[in-house]
């Protein structure tokens, strides 16, 4: 007897159907599965054994075989269990109704509990767009699953109230669809106003976001330059309903996902400077996503970028080109997001003087050299914005004069994003500093004046082609931020600022 049922399984972001062929014989009492199934696989046999015995069904003592076809894409993690225990007791002749429209996904505990599972969302995405509609899933999971259309999804707690769905007995509540909301600037506990000082370094910050652009901090230890950072998700601008998706996807996958079932603010990942490149890129054996995946569409904040070795801080150049990250493993390649905000500071030299006008340095010049080369010229000419935070002034901190509130600055930052989906809207990228040569040359010309000083600059300061269109993407932010339709010369003027630590 032969009985068949679908289940769901990923590589990277996307999901592929799995089909369960569950077969049973006489002979000697034994249960493979075949079709490239990894360890957590194969062990689903027990799970499932344990499963179907506790939800007071059985499993006869017959030759049992599973395959998981297609056979020559290898299967990984728990999630095929539910689909491998309804396809037994369908040919085993304990459940006598069609399974045939839905998708079966989930781990199985020994007593029949339906346990979390990761990568829901895309799962569920993949499916939807290969036409599935009908998915029975763990009830833990059913918060990240209200928030995509066009599909009836059932949440189930154990596998016997699964099995009273499909008899038709007893019925599974759908999940009810919910609309996405952007979290709000209350949840956070950092706010600009208690910056004192530092007008610069906030102005430089809020045209980074505003345009999507990397920034570095550069000054001495305690200027504020870590508080600056912390405080950037709250000038972050409102996330659409696809970057949260995007977002969420990733998360699920990666098991960080929060019990909202949804990401509702965007990503703000500050790793430790020993993070090791695949933790970094992502990786493992699993190719599963990195820091800089995780911190898609919202900001990787890197604190005392020389400290992180070389070789991480590099594998950052094709991903911030790029707005991807392809890793590749043995058992598998793929391909994930990493459209972020790089934001890294550091000390001018190792004891953090270079340039105070209040203590002397004491490094030699070869150890300045040796400390600014720890962070390589092909990264820096990838940072956008390059800022001195200098020290603030006593009278500075003993004011109690309120700064701006990071809720006014968001307001700025949402209105020069919003020029920005406009413009771009037919060119599939929504930020200045996605734009290619095409939008640059469409976009960002200038006068003949603002060209000479460009020019000028690019000679006295020996920068680089990219430098010189990085120049033009932060003036045509700095112009959207001032709601000019052109780029002027004030726009260049400062954009060539930011470039000159």
Do not use: W
């Given at each position: ?98 399974v045939e429209d839905y998708i079966f996904i989930g781990e199985l505990s020994l007593d029949g509990t339906l346990r979390h599972a990761n990568g829901i969302m895309p799962l569920l995405i993949s499916a939807f767009n290969d036409g599935y509609k009908k998915f029975i899933i763990p009830k833990v999971d059913e918060e990240e699953a209200s928030y995509i259309e066009g599909i009836d999804v059932y949440p189930a707690n154990t596998l016997e109230e699964v099995i009273n769905h499909l008899s038709g007995l007893t019925s599974i509540e759908k999940i009810e669809k919910k609309d996405f909301k952007s ?319």
């Amino acid at each position: 007897m032969l009985a068949k049922t679908k289940s769901y399984s990923l590589i990277g972001l996307d999901g592929f159907c799995v089909e369960i062929e569950v077969d049973v014989n006489n002979g000697l009492p034994s249960f493979e599965i075949v079709g490239l199934p990894d360890t957590a696989v194969k062990e689903s046999k027990e799970r499932v054994r344990s499963a179907i015995k506790n939800s007071g069904r059985k499993v006869f003592p017959q030759k049992i075989t599973v395959n998981l076809a297609p056979a020559g894409i290898k299967k990984e993690g728990s999630l095929l269990d539910l689909g491998i225990a309804v396809g037994l007791l369908k040919v085993s002749g304990q459940l006598n109704f069609s399974v045939e429209d839905y998708i079966f996904i989930g781990e199985l505990s020994l007593d029949g509990t339906l346990r979390h599972a990761n990568g829901i969302m895309p799962l569920l995405i993949s499916a939807f767009n290969d036409g599935y509609k009908k998915f029975i899933i763990p009830k833990v999971d059913e918060e990240e699953a209200s928030y995509i259309e066009g599909i009836d999804v059932y949440p189930a707690n154990t596998l016997e109230e699964v099995i009273n769905h499909l008899s038709g007995l007893t019925s599974i509540e759908k999940i009810e669809k919910k609309d996405f909301k952007s979290q709000s600037l209350n949840n956070y506990t950092s706010d600009f106003k208690y910056v004192k000082g530092q007008q610069i370094a906030k102005r430089a910050v809020e045209i980074a976001v505003a345009g999507g652009h990397n920034v570095l901090l550069v000054g001495a230890p305690g200027t504020g330059k870590t508080m600056i950072a912390k405080c950037i998700p709250t000038i972050m601008p409102d996330m659409t309903f696809e970057e949260a998706l995007e977002c969420t996807k990733i998360h699920s996958i990666a098991g960080k996902l929060a019990e909202e079932g949804i990401l509702t603010q965007r990503p703000f990942r500050s790793p430790h400077h020993t993070a090791t490149t695949a933790a970094m890129t992502g990786g493992g054996k699993n190719a599963t996503p990195g820091e800089i995946s995780l911190a898609h569409n919202g900001v990787l904040f890197l604190d005392e970028m020389p400290e992180y070795t070389r070789s991480t801080l590099e594998s950052l150049r094709q991903p911030l080109e790029d707005g991807v990250v392809s890793i590749s493993r043995a058992n598998a390649s793929v391909t994930y997001p990493a459209n972020f905000i790089l934001c890294g500071s550091m000390n001018p030299c190792p004891c953090g003087n270079l340039g105070s006008k209040d203590k002397m340095c004491t490094c030699t010049p070869s150890q300045i050299v040796k400390y600014k080369a720890r962070i390589s010229g092909p990264l820096l000419d990838r940072i956008d914005i390059q800022v001195q935070v200098d020290s603030v002034k006593y009278s500075e901190l003993v004011d109690e004069t309120e700064g701006e509130s990071s809720l006014k600055i968001r307001q700025r930052v949402n209105r020069a994003r919003k020029i920005q989906l406009e413009r771009f809207k037919e060119d599939g990228i929504l930020t200045n500093s996605d734009m290619g040569q095409k939008q640059i040359e469409k976009y960002c010309k200038i006068d003949e004046v603002s060209e000479n000083i460009l020019k000028e600059a690019y000679t006295n300061l020996k920068l680089s082609a990219r430098a010189r269109s990085r120049i033009l993407k932060v003036a045509r932010t700095i112009a959207d931020m001032d709601e000019s339709k052109d780029i002027k010369v004030n726009h260049i003027l400062e954009a060539i600022s930011y470039r000159q630590n």
